[in-house]
T-cell receptor, first 115, second 116 residues
Framework: AQSVTQPDIHITVSEGASLELRCNYSYGATPYLFWYVQSPGQGLQLLLKYFSGDTLVQGIKGFEAEFKRSQSSFNLRKPSVHWSDAAEYFC?????????????FGAGTILRVKS | EAQVTQNPRYLITVTGKKLTVTCSQNMNHEYMSWYRQDPGLGLRQIYYSMNVEVTDKGDVPEGYKVSRKEKRNFPLILESPSPNQTSLYFCASISGAGPSSTDTQYFGPGTRLTVL
């Protein structure tokens, strides 16, 4: 069964600084990979997703993520963080066999932005 | 507007009192799921459905029931709620047509349930 690890529970960055949130997955083949953001008291919003092809994926709000098969990672990056990016971020993995049925989520990383 | 709606958004109840959380989507999606979110655990799948009358257990199904009598609706039923079911619940749907830039999982706004 697939699994997802987000090693950082909390991350604090200064406004304007770059950001990288880590995500490692466990799955025997190429998974489908997702990053979601949840603002306080809100639902989940999809930032970006990877199915195949170019391993560098561009998303909304200036985010990007890179799939690295050799490291089983799908880290999320942003070159310059804004105060409005403060939220909780979830990495999730799906599989071709279970497409549509299931996503497995990491525990989440809470991002704090200091001015 | 494409959306997944859930009701109620907030609910406080007592142990053992049956409750239903409704979920409805307006996108004619085949697949629907329920997840619960707990601090430090992320989202965990409770049940999913691939179509009308087709449901199956997710990772944490104990204490929950679901039904899919119509394509648009996927209610979550707690027949005898207990305090360990206090959580934030999300319904989700996706067309299931296949991985593509347009086939996206839509999440509802969440239902915060407290069982006393």
């Amino acid at each position: 069964a697939q699994s997802v690890t987000q090693p950082d529970i909390h991350i604090t960055v200064s406004e304007g600084a770059s950001l990288e949130l880590r995500c490692n997955y466990s799955y025997g083949a190429t998974p489908y990979l997702f990053w979601y953001v949840q603002s306080p008291g809100q639902g989940l919003q999809l930032l970006l997703k990877y199915f195949s092809g170019d391993t560098l994926v561009q998303g909304i709000k200036g985010f990007e993520a890179e799939f690295k098969r050799s490291q089983s990672s799908f880290n999320l990056r942003k070159p310059s963080v804004h105060w409005s990016d403060a939220a909780e971020y979830f990495c999730a993995v799906g599989t071709p066999m279970e497409y549509g049925n299931k996503l497995v989520f990491g525990a989440g990383t809470i991002l704090r932005v200091k001015s | 507007e494409a959306q997944v709606t859930q009701n109620p958004r907030y609910l406080i109840t007592v142990t053992g009192k049956k409750l239903t959380v409704t979920c409805s989507q307006n996108m004619n999606h085949e697949y629907m799921s329920w997840y619960r979110q707990d601090p430090g655990l992320g989202l965990r799948q409770i049940y999913y459905s691939m179509n009308v009358e087709v449901t199956d257990k997710g990772d944490v199904p104990e204490g929950y029931k679901v039904s899919r009598k119509e394509k648009r609706n996927f209610p979550l039923i707690l027949e005898s709620p207990s305090p360990n079911q206090t959580s934030l619940y999300f319904c989700a749907s996706i067309s299931g047509a296949g991985p593509s830039s347009t086939d996206t999982q839509y999440f509802g706004p969440g239902t915060r349930l407290t069982v006393l």
